[in-house]
């Protein structure tokens, strides 16, 4: 497994990442670790328990306090999977409840596929479905110590069970897969309307720096980009031509982005009536 690599956008606030666009790096998904007095506060501990583990060992060299927390943005296994390892080790695990639902949906399936794969088995070993244990519906506000932290549904975008977490004192947002810098997004259960407007709710916040789920944190600039992104993947798919072609076309506009595995996909779901 490759190295974790830490970025302090904070004093209290650390972004961890395995980088990289395949399954075993948790696709390049990022986990945001937010420290207070009494508890740090783990959001999407990646793809794995092996995964989760790195980011604990990380963050017990960042942070005094111990992961009490954890909050999934969304219920794709490369950022919630991770998170049976802290369950198992009494954090509480908090989630949308469409978050929860596709959980308890999907990742029974997944993980058994994983595991018999060969490949993947030592990886996914210890893996199983954790429901998370705290669920809501509009936000919540957890004190980690000196440190408050907003939870809230930013609506039916990503996923169905999309959430957005703030910390106001520090004017940082952590997004979920609402924003992707550098990697393509995976449409496969998204609202292309409710994508638009989850993005118009970040922005509306005007936070100083906002951490994507995947790629580099950023300014509004990252929020704005991905707007842009959206709007660009609409004009390339109007355009005739095969699904092929449109992918081609995708993959042009955006050179050096990783996760081109989900074109076809993206160019499906922009071209369906």
């Known amino acids: 497994m490759n190295d974790l690599t830490e970025t302090r956008i904070r004093e209290n606030i650390a972004v961890l990442t395995l980088g990289g666009e395949e399954m075993t790096t948790s696709w390049g998904a990022n986990c945001t670790a937010i420290g207070g007095a009494h508890a740090t506060l783990v959001v999407d501990p990646l793809i794995a ?70 490949a993947l088995a030592g990886l996914f070993a210890d893996a199983e479905c954790l429901p998370p244990a705290l669920t809501f519906s509009g936000e919540l506000t957890i004190d980690l110590g000196g440190v408050g932290v907003r939870v809230f549904h930013t609506g039916h975008g990503h996923t169905a069970g999309d959430a957005a977490v703030h910390v106001p004192a520090e004017s940082v947002v952590v997004t979920g897969d609402l924003v992707s810098n550098g990697y393509h997004v995976n449409f496969e259960d998204a609202s292309l309307e409710g994508f638009e407007a989850g993005l118009e709710r970040l922005l509306s916040i005007g936070a100083a720096t906002y951490v994507p789920g995947h790629g580099a944190p950023g300014g509004a600039e990252i929020v704005e980009a991905e707007r842009k992104y959206l709007t660009r993947i609409r004009e390339l798919v109007r355009e005739d031509g095969s699904g092929a072609e449109r992918v081609e076309r995708i993959r042009r506009a955006f050179p050096g982005f990783l996760l081109e595995m989900v074109l076809p996909d993206t160019a499906r779901r922009f071209s369906a009536p």
């Open 49 to 118: 328990p092996a995964h989760a583990r790195a980011v604990e060992e990380a963050v017990t060299r960042i942070f005094a306090a111990p992961v009490r927390w954890v909050v999934l943005t969304h219920h794709h296994t490369d950022h919630a999977l991770g998170s049976s390892w802290f369950a198992r080790n009494g954090a509480t695990v908090v989630a949308h409840a469409q978050c929860r639902r596709g959980i308890e949906t999907f990742h029974p399936a997944i993980v058994a596929e994983r595991k018999r794969d060969p």
